[in-house]
């Protein structure tokens, strides 16, 4: 059973920092394009960032640049992503997800983990 599970979300103010974890199990996902995406009330799912299992292939929404960055553990078949000077706006529930491809739009992945909820208060 494919299963992506997400960690690390919580409350923190603004210009703090966080990092979010996601497990990956249940399959290979060597050759997978592992992404963050975020879903605020009454918004729409947004990309914020991805990259390759292996390789080096990564892409960043333009909002969370400079800011974010994804990472990966091979061993520990986990992905993370470091917040760091976190505004308001950047409240969402934050998911991890898998595809097949680099892709950036939600339709493009086939597997998705529960989210987990980050807010930043002003």
């Known amino acids: 059973q494919v299963q992506l599970v997400e960690s690390g979300g919580g409350l923190v103010q603004a210009g703090g920092s966080l990092r979010l974890s996601c497990a990956a199990s249940?399959?290979?996902?060597?050759?997978?394009?592992m992404g963050w995406f975020r879903q605020a009330p009454g918004k729409e799912r947004e990309f914020v960032a991805g990259?390759?299992?292996?390789?080096?292939?990564?892409v960043y929404a333009d909002s969370v640049k400079g800011r974010f960055t994804i990472s990966r553990d091979n061993a520990k078949n986990t992905v993370y992503l470091q917040m760091n000077s976190l505004k308001p706006e950047d409240t969402a529930v934050y998911y991890c997800a898998a595809a097949r491809a680099v892709t950036t739009a939600t339709t493009g992945y086939d597997y998705w983990g529960q989210g987990t909820q980050v807010t930043v208060s002003s």
């Open positions: 990259k390759r299992w292996i390789g080096t292939s990564t």
């Open positions: 249940g399959r290979t996902f060597s050759s997978y394009f």
